[in-house]
Each structure stands twice: as C-alpha cells, then as structure tokens.
C-alpha cells in the first residue's frame, strides 16, 4: 500500500531548518514594510496590507523563543491560514518544498532544545540534509492569540 507523501516547505530560523505542510501556506513573498502596532504581544509585529488584505505579521522567531538575527536579502514572510486566518510568518529564508514520507517522522524528542514541543508535529530524519524540525502552525498560536491576531485586522 502507498503511504501518502506530505508536501512540505522548508525554511530557516537560526540556521536549523523547519518545515511545515505547504497546504497551509498561502504564498511566500518577500519582507515588506510592517506596520507596526501598539499594545499587542512581543511577537507580532505589526500589519501589512498583501493585495487588499491587512495581514497580521508574527515574528517566528520569537514566537519560537529562539535569538533574533538581523534581517537579510533572504528573509521571507510565508503567507500562512492558521485556524481560517491569514497571518504572515517571518522566517530567515524559504529554501525548499519536499515530500516527506510519514515513516521518517518520528515524535518529537523532548531533547529538542531551543524550541517550545508543543510547537511540534515531529522530527523528519532526511538522508541528505539531516533532521528536519515539523513546526505545526495550529499550535503555533492560542486561541486568546489568535483571536488577539484577528482583533488586530478588524481595529
């Protein structure tokens, strides 16, 4: 029987490369100007407006907890719907999309340092690039930071 192949993206956050299912990613575009909004939690960084929607953009990396790093020719924001909002993603850079196959995930080892586990849908051990970290996006934000995220667009 033929397991079913997962389309994933990979990109970067501090040199360690992520992926996640590209089902939830919108578009990738480059940095733009961020609106940037009092009041509202560390990680998000403000408002752009993407081709008529105002899009709340969330700093992953410090979403994740991990040092900040300046911004590059290579940063990226992925589009992203989490739980039917659209939210903006600011990685390093947008490197690939791949296939993975479920029987190289294995669950995510509380030895991952760096990164909050709850974040995680897994560990995918690639023969040629090493593991790669399985970010879910579903629990990337809360409930009560979503609906912070969607209160942000409606203000």
Do not use: C, W
Request: glycine share 6%; charged share 25%.
């Amino acid at each position: 029987m033929q397991e079913t192949l997962t389309k994933t993206i990979i990109f970067k956050l501090n040199n360690q490369e992520y992926g996640t299912n590209i089902a939830q990613i919108l578009s990738i575009e480059k940095l733009q100007e961020i609106v940037a909004l009092p009041q509202t939690s560390d990680f998000i960084k403000g408002i752009i407006n993407l081709r008529g929607i105002v899009t709340p953009i969330i700093d992953l990396r410090t979403r994740l907890g991990l040092n900040q790093i300046e911004e590059t020719e290579q940063t990226r924001i992925l589009i992203a719907k989490v739980k039917d909002v659209q939210v903006g993603l600011i990685v390093d850079e947008a490197t690939d999309v791949i296939d993975i196959s479920p029987e190289i995930i294995e669950d995510t080892p509380g030895l991952v340092k760096d990164v909050d586990h709850r974040y995680l849908k897994g560990v995918a051990k690639l023969e040629d690039r090493g593991m790669l970290l399985l970010l879910d996006l579903d629990y990337v934000l809360s409930t009560e930071e979503l609906s912070e995220v969607q209160q942000v667009t409606q203000d």
